[in-house]
């Protein structure tokens, strides 16, 4: 009976027209059903309890200190930034906190704080700093103006009805409609992008239309500005273009349209998804529960919960995001973006139980329907484990510009993990990283992206704002695991260059038991030049672990020099090549991230293949390389020309061909053993790869050999211009002969 | 009843005397009435249950692999050498199995075993590796030899009784006998010093001894050979001298009059304590179960209970132990010598119910009659938990050479705690850091010890070895964060020098409230040249987190160099001083360990103070320093003249002063606030100390100031010729007078 009583009570819910729902306050993300299901649960649901009483906490402490509005002065991590996104993010919380326990002290809170804005408001200025190409009035860029918006949005909504007519007309006039306007015709720059920026401005702008029920404001969000006066070559501070070559309009339908591809993948990966993703699911909540006839949550076939899933599985073992282009490391699902992300999903996108495991690890749920449901979830144990599995995305609206791909093997509390790069570039925030890769162990970087140059909210760092040498080392290539030619960056380091190409997915298949590959082409990032790279992982009881295979291609008409880097992280421990080092550091190079990079160590060797063993986090890693007398073997070390010790010390071995058209660095890489530092000792410490061969390597078909120390000889095959996986192929080797079918086929013979 | 039963038992066994008691097995470590015990509560105990359980499947995997006993060829981290070591921890651990489970296959495996050895051992010559002062047979050393007899005696002793008198007197004959001879007779050098590697020989002999009931091994292990025949110059492979200049005697009882301080100190420092720990305690056990008579945890004001307390106040906030001298980092009380020590100071020291807390942490129990007590103890609940305090230990058989203060502030779980180090040399492995001190934060290393250069049994790293690098670096006054005059390492980096001479404890007082202090000096690492180093840690609301001052004061009549070097952890965050980095590097200097950093930067500056924030584990430090114009503010960076990337790429700052008599380094360390990587928020990241002035310096007294943003002045005044803690203390500063009582004295004044 009760169970009727509420899915009658749902139905109503959902699918009244939004005209006639849109009378009673809150609305937005929390709703006078919630409010209520949300007490009544309060008290048997642990993880909401928790996550309420948390609240209350923090929002007491905050409260005790009184109320600080300061005249906006100070870049990210200075005092009056901190300041205003504190007060907002409190007052977020407060307009809950009064919704759910009905204490009239949050409610004033919020009031007294709003109307101290509204007095401040009319009176601003854009922000004294200028670098923004859209300076905000409270901070100094619109975005961070906006993330205000979307959380005093809630908090208006929240007491709404507990206010006097006249308090929310002084409110709306001096402060919500004008910074509503400020953010949208004031700044269409901002506004009218297909960008993570522009995605906070359409949620504020819609949020705060849907509390005042403002129609224009509403439209605006959802259809963008019909008129926008934005020149096509106009790009923003970081660099990036303001528009799509193509783009068709804007608002948020065109953002859902044009900023995932079909897997749900985001071009300006996950770091930026991540934040994205937090505005773009609060709106659509808020979509949701004004506007149920807009069916927000099935739209572009499920698009909302595809990029939840997209973002879930561009993370480690430990949740924390693979830092591809400007990403700042150490940012992971716990953020409370994807606690917002994870519950909205969950509620509106079928109940999935694998999500209820990544809320269980946030420890922490909305408060609001969704997170109550995901705290009943949980309560009831449904939860069942979110296994990664390994995955290619499409990258580009549809799905035609490239990709990810994501190989893992071995269990997930012991994971080996590869992540390959094959995507378009990633707007304003992409590097020029084509065909990199990364690699991680047990949930750590064994051979690392380095992320973003930046400090994110840390006043000492250039305001908490991009740091010179994101552009001048983090973008450039030589500071990804990728071929470098002649010394210079793909596309020349030509944001606009790069951002017409994308990369080309040759083949994925992880399906094998002993073996998951992936293959891809780059034809743009240097003109005249074929880029090809196939990383496999290969599992067998002949090797304790599983085994990296990078196979890496060029084709030129010309002769170059080719640099092939590898960012190990940890300390060497041994090579099998004598190498020489400088009494004197010199840069490696002259430009292009090779300024930054010191060259601290030079090799040759006349065997053919040459070893480099390393030891990070208890564990030893051996790579394995094919090389000829002529290749040099280069360690280098970051941190030249950085006058501010803005870089991390990190090192790199380079593997260097001169002179070559066609050539094709074949690297196998190992994980031996483990060293227990309590008790001393190391176990299985060796490499026991030998004989790495190249067979063949010619236009059509690439085959590579090598052994094991226990006598194991395995061979792989690999067609370069085929994929089909019907086709047979044959080849010729020193007078014998070997066919399989398909684009790659590994084999072993003891 | 049965109580009474049980005392009258135990009273059997510990007071009859030795000879005849000496006629069953097992008696060293296990005894009979353990194994008997052991059985009754064995599933009662889920620790000791857990214990033995991961034991046998640890022995049972090993047994699978059958038995291997090559011929000695590898050094340390290679295969024959892993084989040697790991057949003897198993074969201990299957004595036990055998003896708590009855069952034969154990006894079978440790006899076949032992036959092996007893065929081989009497072909082997010396190891063919023959870098060591005292080369072993089965492994390079007589040291892993001397390992090696320690267990197989236990697992001897376990199988006595099975064995058939044949088989014993062939194992007694051909192995052990001549075994234990060649580590004593065969290698006085090895077997006669007061070092922790003749404990080793000592427990060695002497536990084989017992099991075979040979009073000549007996008294050769508790009371030393005779005439060994040492030139008083003789030194080992590592530097250290093999006898003391006024080593009276040798054997256990020497041991352990010499090796500790009265406060149970070990002056090779902790990580070698732990090392030497495992043989004093296990054949403490054995001479208390074999010769009660004796009383040995009461020797000497109960050591062994002294030394095991003093080890685990050697460690910081997660049980790691402090670097000081040749340390490899990562080792802790979980490592299996402290479970030992823990155990056994349990069960013969009192049952001091702290220490089964950190049994609990180490998870792991002995399979004796001691680990049997922890288990009944922790399944009891009777655990309370061990609190480190700030405490000061002295150095010295006699407890006047010298010392080590640890300041420890803040709750446990967030700690902050400074280590200073003013002991006597260390013996061979001890290093030219007179006065130097870390510090640590939350656990973590904040300004760090870089510990020894050596990765321990890691055969890739000079088979195990110290490596080169230790001495050139590792052991130098430079790469430790104390005073270096003229680029000269403390007593000219001369062994025989500094193993002369010993640093003063001037006052150590932890007992107040807002100030913990600690003062020392040093006359002789510089002759005519005084050092005298004051820190405190002050703790007062005004600031977040505790405060620590540095007072490094220095008296000359001549012109001199002094550099003081701070090994920051973490990333420059910023810094309030100009300085310039060069565009190629350079080492810093010539020889002293200055070779291997190179010059990252250098700046000077006009302010009265400078500061250095920087950041690391997500908190944010500032260090602030009196400077004067002419002082050079130093950065380098660790890795010059490092031919096989032996050392970290570790950085310093450090403070020059050029051509100056009488000087004083004043500086003030802060932990500033906190970075949350997954909200991005940075909190209190700015220092809040402001105008640090040395009002006063001279041979009498020293007096600083320092403010706090918020207004709070400070003030702290030392006395530098007086410490008796009555003596009245006048001094005028500027036409104000300042009295106070005692050594020092801190004031604060809004």
Request: proline residues 4%.
């Amino acid at each position: 009976m009760d169970r009727v009583k509420l899915v009658f009570i749902v139905f109503l819910i959902c699918f009244l027209p939004g005209s006639g729902f849109t009378q009673s306050h809150p609305r937005l993300v929390l709703t006078e059903k919630g409010v209520s299901d949300i007490k009544s649960n309060l008290k048997k649901l642990p993880l909401l309890n928790q996550s309420f009483q948390e609240t209350i906490q923090e929002v007491d402490l905050e409260m005790a200190n009184g109320i600080e509005v300061p005249v906006p002065k100070d870049m990210a991590g200075g005092y009056t930034h901190e300041r205003h996104k504190k007060n907002y993010l409190i007052l977020q919380k407060a307009g809950v906190i009064y919704q759910i326990t009905g204490e009239q002290k949050y409610a004033v809170f919020i009031r007294d704080m709003l109307m101290q804005y509204a007095k401040l408001y009319p009176t601003l200025p854009q922000h004294p700093e200028k670098r923004s190409y859209a300076r905000g009035k409270l901070f100094w860029q619109c975005l961070n103006d906006a993330n205000w918006l979307v959380y005093m949005s809630q908090a208006y909504d929240c007491v709404y009805d507990w206010l006097k007519p006249e308090e929310r007309k002084v409110l709306e006039h001096d402060l919500f409609r004008p910074y509503a306007d400020f953010l949208s015709v004031g700044n269409p720059q901002f506004f009218n992008r297909i960008h993570n920026h522009s995605t906070w401005g359409i949620a504020a702008v819609g949020m705060i239309g849907f509390v005042m029920n403002d129609k224009v404001l509403i439209e605006r969000a959802l259809y963008g500005l019909k008129d926008d006066g934005i020149n096509k070559d106009q790009k923003d501070n970081d660099g990036g273009l303001i528009k799509l070559p193509e783009q068709p309009g804007a608002g948020f339908f065109i953002q859902l349209d044009y900023l995932f591809s079909p897997d749900g993948y985001y071009t300006e990966g996950p770091y930026y998804q991540r934040y994205a993703l937090y505005p773009v699911m609060l709106f659509a909540e808020s979509i949701e529960n004004c506007r149920p006839e807009l069916k927000i949550f099935e739209y572009r076939n499920h698009i909302l919960s595809k990029s939840l899933f997209a973002v879930l599985n561009l993370t480690d073992s430990e949740g924390l995001f693979f830092p591809i282009n400007d990403s700042q490391k150490g940012m992971s699902y716990l953020s409370r973006e994807l606690v917002s992300a994870v519950d909205i999903i969950y509620f509106f996108g079928g109940k999935d139980p694998t999500l209820l495991s990544i809320a269980k690890k946030q420890n922490l749920v909305l408060l609001d329907n969704t997170g109550l449901s995901v705290a009943k979830g949980l309560a009831e144990g449904r939860e069942k484990p979110f296994i990664k599995k390994s995955i290619e995305m499409t990258d580009g609206a549809n799905g035609d510009q490239g990709g990810v791909g994501i190989i893992r093997a071995g269990d997930p509390t012991d994971e080996l993990c590869i992540v390959m790069k094959y995507t378009a570039q990633g707007m304003g925030h992409g590097h020029f990283d084509k065909l990199s890769f990364s690699m991680y162990d047990k949930g750590k970087e064994v051979i690392q992206d380095y992320g973003s140059a930046r400090f994110v909210n840390i006043d000492q760092k250039n305001g908490g704002a991009y740091l010179p040498e994101n552009n001048t080392w983090a973008k450039q290539s030589v500071a990804h695991n990728t071929l470098v030619v002649n010394e210079t960056s793909h596309f020349k380091g030509d944001f606009e260059t790069g951002n017409k190409y994308h990369s080309y997915p040759y083949f994925f298949n992880a399906t094998g038991k002993d073996i998951q590959i992936m293959s891809a082409k780059d034809t743009n990032a240097y003109p005249g030049i074929t880029l090809h790279r196939t990383m496999a992982v290969i599992e067998d009881k002949a090797f304790g672990k599983p085994l990296v295979v990078d196979i890496f291609r060029v084709q030129s008409e010309k002769e170059n020099q080719y640099d092939l880097p590898y960012y190990f992280l940890g300390q060497v421990m041994n090579t099998d090549f004598e190498y020489s080092v400088p009494t004197t550091l010199l840069p490696l190079g002259k430009d292009f991230g090779y300024q930054h990079l010191w060259k601290t160590g030079e090799g040759k060797s006349g065997n053919k293949n040459v070893k480099l063993d390393w030891f990070s986090n208890e564990r030893f890693y051996t790579i394995t390389t094919v090389v000829s007398p002529d290749d040099q073997l280069l360690f280098a070390e970051l941190g030249a020309k950085d006058p501010l010790f803005n870089l991390r010390r990190d090192q790199s071995y380079i593997i260097r061909k001169n002179k070559e058209k066609d050539a094709i660095f074949v690297s196998i890489i190992e994980t031996n053993g483990h060293y227990d530092p309590v008790n001393e000792i190391s176990a299985n410490s060796f490499s026991t790869i030998t004989d790495v061969e190249i067979l063949l390597n010619n236009e059509q078909y690439t085959s590579i050999t090598f052994d094991t120390k226990t006598g194991t000889k395995w061979m792989l095959n690999i067609s370069n211009t085929d994929v089909y996986k019907d086709t047979n192929h044959q080849v010729e080797i020193a007078g014998k002969s070997y066919s399989w079918v398909g684009p790659f086929e590994l084999t072993k013979n003891k």
